[in-house]
């Protein structure tokens, strides 16, 4: 596997098997926490991965297929592909986000569940490392099946980049969603 700085472009990871093997060996390597994160101001305006600040509730559609909305936390993650984020509007006008939730602090979640999440078990979810001293003991989501639509225009002027993942990150992030995206559907289970 090869890395941006001999390609210029992050590799691709597809294989299921390949995939598995590249998240648990992340989420087992002792120095990824550490060096979970990168530098705000490396690499372009905006990543995939991404932690934004962005006051917004979630929208969905209810079960009366009406528009409404949920409360949440400030914080998203961009999961839009870079490379879409950077193109002209006339190319690609929109970008999608997930909402990042609380889940709890040290103290409220159980053992089991704090294992699971720093090891990327759960399939429909990421976990973030705190990014910053002040959510140290505090656990933090994103939620794959909570897509948001978004304009780049609104992402560019109103959202403020709170954490820019390290390439070992990002291969992390990047691996989860495919895993999601690319889960056997469970049809012949």
Not at 58 to 80: G, H, K, Y
Not at 135 to 140: C, G
Not at 149 to 158: E, W
Not at 160 to 175: K, P, Q, V
Request: hydrophobic fraction near 35%; proline fraction near 5%; charged fraction near 25%.
């Amino acid at each position: 596997m090869t890395d941006k700085a001999n390609t210029g472009r992050w590799p691709p990871v597809y294989d299921w098997d390949e995939l598995g093997a590249v998240i648990k060996r992340l989420s087992t390597d002792g120095n990824l926490i550490k060096g979970f994160y990168a530098a705000k101001d490396v690499g372009p305006d905006l990543c995939q991965g991404d932690i934004i600040r962005l006051s917004s509730p979630v929208p969905f559609l209810d079960e009366q297929a009406n528009p409404a909305t949920e409360e949440s936390d400030d914080f998203w993650a961009i999961l839009a592909n870079t490379c879409d984020l950077s193109r002209s509007d006339d190319e690609n006008e929109y970008g999608h986000i997930i909402p990042i939730e609380f889940l709890g602090s040290t103290g409220d979640l159980n053992g089991g569940t704090i294992r699971s999440l720093e090891s990327y078990r759960y399939y429909k979810s990421f976990y973030f490392p705190p990014w910053c001293r002040g959510l140290n003991n505090s656990f933090y989501a994103a939620d794959f099946t909570r897509p948001v639509t978004i304009s780049k225009k609104a992402l560019y002027n109103c959202a403020e980049i709170e954490a820019r993942l390290s390439f070992s990150g990002w291969l992390l992030f990047h691996s989860c969603v495919v895993r999601f995206l690319a889960r056997d559907d469970g049809r012949f289970d």
